[in-house]
């Protein structure tokens, strides 16, 4: 039987590199997404590179009858999931300074990047769990960053980093045959930073790569915070 992955917002950026290097090595791979057309071009793309795609679900972090809806889908049509990355998420209004940054933003960035990943990890952990499995979230790290540090996306990712802690702990002590981890890319040309390609960043595929080779590495890997390339440092 074949290792079947579930990416949340897989059709591009980061989500699309893990997606196709996972499949590369050998995964089959669910898409989630927003949007049916973007959906579909990113299986066509995958599947041109060589990547066996089960399917995609369509999967809104903002409703929780999405997320319902999905983890249903997903239980039913693919009950030998065993992977779950937590990639999707949104950026939140980038170009303010911590004190003018709204609450609409704070709250609607955290509804997504925290609640939304706290609540599709909940729904498919029975599925996971039955095949001992692993939940991985895309992060960044809790401690501020001098160069970067948009309030409302550190915020959010901050909670993100403790849910994994503490279930994490819990997978522990309660014996729960499941893993969770974090990972943080580093610095990634995508359309979430306007495409920006400075010294320190990586494409897609470099990441990509990286991370299913961590995947890959017949490592446990529970609680732990791992960092595919760390941030350098500006001068």
């Known amino acids: 039987m074949n290792k079947i992955v579930f ?18 090595s050998g995964w089959d791979v669910i898409i989630g997404a927003r949007n049916s057309q973007r959906a579909t ?31 249903n889908e997903i239980a039913k049509k693919y009950p030998s999931l065993s992977l779950l990355v937590n990639n999707a998420g949104i950026p939140g209004d980038m ?30 952990l029975p599925v996971i769990k039955a095949n001992e499995g692993r939940i991985v979230n ?17 915020a959010s ?8 802690g503490v279930m994490a702990v819990d997978f522990e002590q309660k014996h729960i045959p499941v893993e969770i981890f974090s990972v ?9 930073n306007g495409n920006m390609a ?12 990286s991370f299913a080779e961590l995947i890959n590495d017949g490592k446990a890997h529970n609680g732990e915070f791992i960092e595919l390339y760390p941030i350098v440092k500006e001068d």
């Open 198 to 209: 400075l010294p320190g960043f990586h494409d897609i595929d470099t990441v990509g790569k």
């Open 95 to 124: 170009s303010v300074t911590s004190w003018d940054t709204q609450m609409i933003d704070i709250k609607a960035t955290i509804d997504v990047n925290y609640y939304g990943t706290l609540a599709i990890t909940q729904a498919l």
């Open 7 to 24: 990416v949340t917002g897989a059709n591009k950026g980061i989500g699309f590199g893990i997606s196709k290097h996972l499949g590369l």
């Open 138 to 154: 895309i992060t960044v790290p809790s401690e501020v960053s001098p160069y970067w540090h948009p309030l409302a996306y550190v």
């Open 157 to 164: 990712k901050a909670a993100q980093n403790a849910m994994m």
């Open 184 to 192: 943080h890319p580093g610095p990634t040309t995508t359309d979430l």
């Open 41 to 71: 071009a990113a299986i066509s793309n995958l599947k041109a590179a060589g990547v066996n795609v089960l399917g995609w679900v369509n999967i809104e972090l903002n409703d929780p009858d999405s997320i319902s809806r999905a983890a």
